[in-house]
């Protein structure tokens, strides 16, 4: 690890003054993420900007444009919060499936949703070229070892998969991440935070630098109260998703379905919704062939390695699970 400046203001404008002061600054939450690649050499910033003594309080707060989370807050603490389960248990159950529970209490919700790819040529400096590591070098998992990359929304450059379980609940949510740099603020939805690949797979967000993610907002929502979160992975926990949806269902009275939201991880490069499934169940009866035949319609343009092609018929049937367990969430 290279030597680096620790700073912990105990103000937003100090914080923001501090990354705006420093090129190559990062903030750090639990550090679960950053500190390990900045032991492996992946990252390093001459500046880390701790934001832990940016407020205090309640981190999950309940407001009238629905519930504020700060992105201070611990992992484990949103996963336990009893508004969070009672009005948004796909968020808690995705939580929960992620890592392990020391390191959801170290893990905050602004570092879950910058986390970086798991890929293993990105994080291993000695074992091959990485165009995110090292911009135009190349990329290893293209003809390397790629079971656990992405089948949607790779490029020639990049196919790291986005590895947030979290993420893939917040973006079924329609959730909103809130932002300040200098002394702009700016509200971006779930959907747009992350970006594809493309010729620039160094650039993961729309987030410029030294911009602080404050805080999320979830919506108050028809559907998210009966919503649940399913993960395929090689062991029962602290495992990456080979697979996961999230799904949340409104449904009428009469078990016809109102609206629909489905996304997936583990398959996309970024968490991945799913708008033609959601079509195709909207109107029609809650029930496990209509399940089935809409999640065949996920992943039409996958595109494959020998490697992880078992993700496809894997994701659809994950999307089916998480379906039927939305749906028979209390509601
Ligand atoms: C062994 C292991 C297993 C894991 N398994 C899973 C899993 O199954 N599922 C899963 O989803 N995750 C898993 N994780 C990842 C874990 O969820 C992340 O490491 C964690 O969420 C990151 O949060 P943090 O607060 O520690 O981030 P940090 O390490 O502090 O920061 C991560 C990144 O976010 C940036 N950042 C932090 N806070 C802010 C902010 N407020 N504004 C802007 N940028 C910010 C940092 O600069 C850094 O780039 C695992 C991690 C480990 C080590
Ligand atoms: S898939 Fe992306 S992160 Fe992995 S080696 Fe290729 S360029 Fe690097």
């Not at 940016?54 to 444009?65: E, F, Q």
């Not at 400096?125 to 290893?140: E, F, H, I, L």
């Not at 999320?216 to 090689?234: Q, W």
């Not at 039409?300 to 490697?307: E, F, K, L, S």
Request: glycine fraction near 10%; proline fraction near 6%.
């Amino acid at each position: 690890m290279r030597p680096f400046q620790f700073v912990r203001p105990t103000t937003l404008q100090g914080a923001v003054e501090a990354a705006g002061d420093a090129p190559g600054a990062a903030f750090i939450g639990g550090g679960t993420c950053l500190v390990d690649l900045m032991k492996l050499d992946v990252q390093s910033p001459p500046v880390v900007i701790d934001v832990h003594a940016l407020g205090s309080g309640d981190v999950v707060t309940d407001t009238k444009d629905g519930l504020r989370i700060d992105a201070r807050a611990r992992n484990s603490d949103v996963a336990d919060h009893p508004l969070v389960k009672r009005r948004y248990p796909v968020l808690s159950e995705a939580l929960l499936a992620g890592a392990s529970p020391q390191l959801r209490n170290m893990a905050t919700v602004g570092g879950n949703l910058m986390q970086r790819t798991r890929c293993a040529y990105f994080r291993d400096v000695g074992v091959g070229p990485c165009n995110k590591r090292s911009a135009g070098s190349g990329c290893a998992a293209r003809d390397g070892w790629s079971r656990m990359h992405a089948v949607v929304g790779g490029s020639a450059q990049c196919i790291a998969v986005n590895p947030s379980d979290m993420c893939v609940a917040l973006l079924a949510l329609d959730a909103v991440v809130y932002t300040r740099r200098r002394l702009d603020t700016r509200a971006i939805a779930m959907n747009d935070l992350h970006l594809l690949p493309g010729d620039q797979p160094e650039r993961e967000t729309v987030l410029e630098p030294g911009e602080l993610i404050t805080h999320v907002l979830l919506p108050p929502s028809s559907f998210a109260v009966r919503s649940g979160y399913v993960k395929v992975r090689d062991r029962a926990s602290y495992a990456f998703a080979l697979t996961s949806a999230a799904a949340a269902l409104d449904l009428h009275a009469d078990g016809h379905i109102v609206a629909a939201r489905v996304a997936m991880g583990g398959v996309g490069t970024k968490p991945w919704r799913c708008p033609e499934v959601e079509q195709a169940l909207i109107g029609q009866h809650a029930s496990l062939p209509v399940f089935t035949r809409a999640a065949a319609l996920a992943l039409a343009d996958a595109r494959v390695t020998p490697d992880n092609a078992f993700k496809v018929p894997l994701g659809r049937r994950t999307i089916v699970r998480a379906l039927d367990r939305a749906a028979g969430a209390a509601g």
